[in-house]
Every structure is written in C-alpha cells, then in structure tokens.
C-alpha cells in the first residue's frame, strides 16, 4: 500500500482537464460514430436564434441531449416536433464545456405508422385553421377544357390509365408535366410542376392547361407521403388553375385531396371528371336541335294563323276613306264663302294701314333713316382707320422679321451644312463596316462551299466517271462494253472507252482536258 505518509511521486499519467475531455470525446466518437436513436422529442422550442436546433431524445428510463446543426435543420424532410417518437441518426459526441454527452443528428424520420399519423393528422389541422382547405376558395371545373396538365410518373400505367380513359369519352390535348411520385423529392417535384404549369402564358410555346390533374397508384402510408407535404397542399391551394387530385385509391386520402378542387378516387376516376363523353353530347346536341326545328315550325304555323286573324279583322278600303271623303265634301262646300270672307277682313286691314300713312311720316320717317346711314358711315370710317393702323402695325413686325431672315438662313444652312458632314462621316464607317462583314460572310461560304465540293475528295485519289451524256456512274453495271467514258481527276479530265470481258485493256490515254475546261472528245485510239 501507499504510504501517506512517503513523499514519493505517483506513476500516474497526469492530465489537464481539456486533455482528459479531449480524449473521452475521441473515444466517444470512435466507438459512436454512426448510431440509429429511437426516442420522444422533448424540450423542442423551434431553431435557435443562431439557426441550429436544441432538445432531449428520451424513453421511458433515460434521457439524451440531441443538437441539429443549422446546414442540416434547413435539408431535414420531417422537422422535429415536441412529443413525436422518431428514429434520429447521427453520431454521438462530448460536450466539454459541461462534461455532458449528446447525439449530433443528421437525419429524422418518424418512428412507425402510428407517428406519420399522428404527424399527418397535426399538419392537416394547421392547415385547415389557415383556411387552406375551405369549400368557398374552390373552383368549379370547366365543362369541357381544350387543354389538360397532367403532373404524374412519365413512365407509370396511371399516365397511360389517364390517356385511355380521354381518348375513350373526349379526346382532348394533354400535357404531362413529369415528377417523381415517391421518394423524398417527390412534393418538391410536384409542387414545383403545379407552380409552372401556372406560371405558363397564355398562347406560349408550351400550352397553359385549362385543367390539372394530380395522380398517383395506390400505395403504403409511407410511399404516399411526398403527397403530404406542406409545399404540395399550399401549392394545389394556391393554383389559379382548377385542380383534381387523383392520388392512390378510393381508400386512400392525402392532404392534397383537402386542399385540391376536386378529389378523384382513381386516375381513371379523375380523366371522367376532366371531360363529357362526347358520343353523349353529340346525341344531346341531335335532339336539342329536332327540338329547335320543331318550335320553329310550331312558331311559324302560330304567327301564320295570327296573321291570317288579322287581316281578317282588318276594315275594308272603302269604310276607311269614308270619314276623309265626307270631310272633304264639306270643307269644298265651305271653301268660297271662306275666300270671300277673307278678302273682305284683307281689304279692310290695307285700308286701315293706308289712312296711317301721310306725306309728313313718309318725311320724318326718311330723314330718321338719313341720320341713321350718315352714323353708320362714320362708325365705319373710324373702324376702318383702326383696322388700317392694325394692318400697318403688324407689316411692321413682318418687316422686322424678314430683316432678320437672311441671317437665320445662313445659320440653318451652316448647321445643314455641318449635320450633312456628320452624316456622311457615318455613312461612310457603316458601309466600310458593312462591306467587312459582307466580306467575312462571303469567304466563310466559300469555305463551306469549298468543303462541300467533291474536289476535295478528288485531291485525295479518287475519281468522277460519267458516261456520253455526262451522267454520273456509280456502279460498275452501269457501263457497256464500247461505251464512252469521262474520268475526272483532281488536276483534269480524261476519255476513255470501255472494252468486253475478254478483250485485253488498252493503254492509259493521255488528259483530254483539264478541270474548269469545257467537255471535249478525246482520241479512241
């Protein structure tokens, strides 16, 4: 045993505290550093001021700190919430501020069925306190839309149950918008599909959807849960597009479904909602139109019968002048007593006028009037002198200005003059520009032209054969014995004349002309 009492040292390694915490949290980290945690979130109050997240994994005998850096909070798919059981991976690690231990997470995902419920359910009611899934926010669907968006698997049987179905009741031009439909980027995908299907202008290149159909097969909870996300419902709810939600079965139900306008049980289900059978409206259209054509001929046969009434009920001719005719007859019977009467009230109205005419009115009458002209003519004299001085005021002014004129002209001239430079200055950059470029366009044609031409495969050995007409032979069954050829080489052309099968060939002749001559006959011999 050790003495107290002995002053001899210890054969003890000594640590400092950060030592020792450094190299608990190393062995920690080396025996930890990928574990699998099921536990309850407790303690959870949402991400810390600086961004990470800090809370309590436990059960019912222990307790373990947990801590969510701030770049993996924002890549979580589930986010943690207080009192949900869930699975947390991650590594654990040593706090040595506080000698404690913690779990560093980097994935969440909820701990079974029982859980994604529980988290399903609490999602749906906060979104229903929005007012994300309210019946008076829904659209009605159009009748009959020319244009369909479909946002589903390209690959699936739900696109094809979707196209058959259409083609069968209304044929109609379908967009199909591919996502994937499980996974966890699956209602990021759809989100974003239902935000551009939206986004479309109206007579674009791509064709804006009078309708949109969300779909998917049946599946598990789990395979179903993209369709539950956040992103997808405000994203259905906010669509200014009508939208049918036709995810899994008929006993299958996704918060898409609440906040879609309408829900489908089954793809198939949503492509009879999307259209009218038209086999039915053709039928519908056939009888509204006998309809139409039987009211009309009803109608005609009415107003013919009432018309007929009428004309019956008209009065003759003769008993509608009779009033005229007897009115006429009295006024005529009337008509020179009345001219006598009033000749005799004419003669009597001149008579008076005449005895209130005298030579001394006629006279005072004529001199008023004098008096009246000799005013006027002087009213007009003096109005006549203003408009005189008027007149002359202003030719001053135009004489003032076409004084000056002169000078303004050879102003506006030297400007014309100096803008007139200017312009040709420029004209004269732009055409010595324009001719560069026409010049760089030409001999970039001529290039390609040049690589084009069958010259360049004749500088490398081979060889262009027409017959006497100067058609192009390809195959050798093409030539007959004693036929005249023309063989063209890279540096000309000769003639040639072909011999049987078991005459010996003849010897080479020399070029008859060279390439860019005319044709010419070369000797046979």
């Given at each position: 045993m050790f003495d107290a009492k002995d002053d001899s040292p210890s054969n003890a390694t000594e640590f400092t505290v950060s030592e020792l915490s450094g190299s608990i949290r190393r062995t920690v980290e080396d025996a930890f550093g990928f574990v699998r945690v099921r536990g309850e979130i407790s303690g959870y109050r949402g991400p810390h001021s600086s961004g990470?997240?800090?809370?309590?994994?436990?059960?019912?005998?222990?307790?373990?700190?947990?801590?969510?850096?701030?770049?993996?909070?924002?890549?979580?798919?589930?986010?943690?919430?207080?009192?949900?059981?869930?699975?947390?991976?991650?590594?654990?690690?040593?706090?040595?501020?506080?000698?404690?231990?913690?779990?560093?997470?980097?994935?969440?995902?909820?701990?079974?069925?029982?859980?994604?419920?529980?988290?399903?359910?609490?999602?749906?009611?906060?979104?229903?306190?929005?007012?994300?899934f309210d019946e008076a926010r829904k659209q009605l669907l159009p009748f009959m839309p020319g244009i369909i968006g479909v946002v589903t698997s390209p690959t699936g049987a739900v696109i094809r149950d979707i196209l058959h179905r259409l083609e069968?009741?209304?044929?109609?031009?379908?967009?199909?918008?591919?996502?994937?439909?499980?996974?966890?980027?699956?209602?990021?995908?759809?989100?974003?599909?239902?935000?551009?299907?939206?986004?479309?202008?109206?007579?674009?290149?791509?064709?804006?959807?009078?309708?949109?159909?969300?779909?998917?097969g049946g599946g598990s909870l789990e395979d179903l849960w993209g369709f539950n996300d956040e992103a997808v419902v405000r994203a259905a709810a906010g669509s200014d597009i009508p939208l049918i939600s036709a995810v899994g079965h008929e006993t299958d139900w996704t918060l898409i479904d609440h906040a879609a306008d309408r829900r489908a049980p089954t793809p198939t289900g949503a492509a009879e909602m999307a259209v009218p059978v038209k086999a039915d409206l053709v039928a519908h259209v056939a009888g509204l139109a006998a309809r139409l054509r039987s009211a009309q001929s009803r109608t005609l046969d009415r107003r013919r019968e009432a018309l007929r009434s009428l004309a019956r009920a008209l009065p003759t001719l003769d008993s509608v002048l009779a009033l005229p005719r007897q009115r006429l007859d009295r006024s005529a019977q009337g008509l020179g007593q009345a001219l006598?009467?009033?000749?005799?009230?004419?003669?009597?109205?001149?008579?008076?006028?005449?005895?209130?005419?005298?030579?001394?009115?006629?006279?005072?009458?004529?001199?008023?009037?004098?008096?009246?002209?000799?005013?006027?003519?002087?009213?007009?004299?003096?109005?006549?002198?203003?408009?005189?001085?008027?007149?002359?005021?202003?030719?001053?002014?135009?004489?003032?200005?076409?004084?000056?004129l002169p000078r303004r002209i050879r102003d506006a001239q030297a400007r014309g003059r100096d803008r007139l430079k200017g312009l040709h200055h420029r004209a004269e950059i732009a055409l010595t520009q324009m001719l560069g470029q026409r010049r760089r366009a030409l001999g970039a044609q001529a290039r390609v032209l040049q690589s084009l031409s069958h010259h360049s495969v004749l500088g490398r050995g081979f060889?262009?054969?027409?017959?006497?007409?100067?058609?192009?032979?390809?195959?050798?069954?093409?030539?007959?014995?004693?036929?005249?050829?023309?063989?063209?080489?890279?540096?000309?052309?000769?003639?040639?004349?072909?011999?049987?099968?078991?005459?010996?060939?003849?010897?080479?002749?020399k070029p008859v002309r060279a390439r860019g001559g005319e044709p010419g006959q070369g000797s046979l011999f």
């Open positions: 990470h997240a800090y809370f309590s994994l436990k059960d019912d005998k222990a307790r373990i700190e947990a801590v969510i850096w701030k770049g993996v909070f924002s890549r979580l798919r589930h986010k943690p919430q207080e009192g949900l059981e869930v699975i947390a991976t991650g590594k654990v690690t040593t706090y040595p501020g506080s000698s404690k231990y913690q779990i560093v997470i980097e994935e969440i995902e909820p701990a079974g069925a029982g859980a994604l419920m529980a988290l399903l359910e609490e999602r749906r009611r906060r979104l229903a306190a929005e007012g994300l069968d009741r209304f044929p109609v031009h379908v967009v199909v918008w591919p996502v994937r439909v499980q996974g966890e980027s699956s209602g990021v995908e759809v989100a974003q599909a239902i935000a551009g299907f939206n986004a479309l202008p109206p007579g674009g290149p791509i064709a804006r959807p009078d309708l949109i159909i969300v779909a998917r006598q009467l009033n000749t005799a009230n004419r003669r009597r109205g001149f008579e008076r006028q005449a005895a209130r005419i005298t030579p001394a009115t006629l006279v005072s009458a004529i001199r008023d009037k004098r008096q009246m002209v000799r005013d006027r003519a002087s009213r007009a004299d003096r109005a006549q002198e203003r408009r005189m001085d008027a007149w002359r005021a202003r030719l001053d002014r135009h004489a003032a200005v076409l004084s000056a060889a262009v054969i027409r017959d006497a007409d100067r058609k192009v032979l390809s195959r050798a069954a093409q030539v007959e014995a004693g036929a005249l050829l023309a063989i063209e080489f890279a540096d000309g052309e000769v003639s040639a004349l072909t011999q049987s099968s078991g005459q010996p060939p003849s010897a080479p002749k």
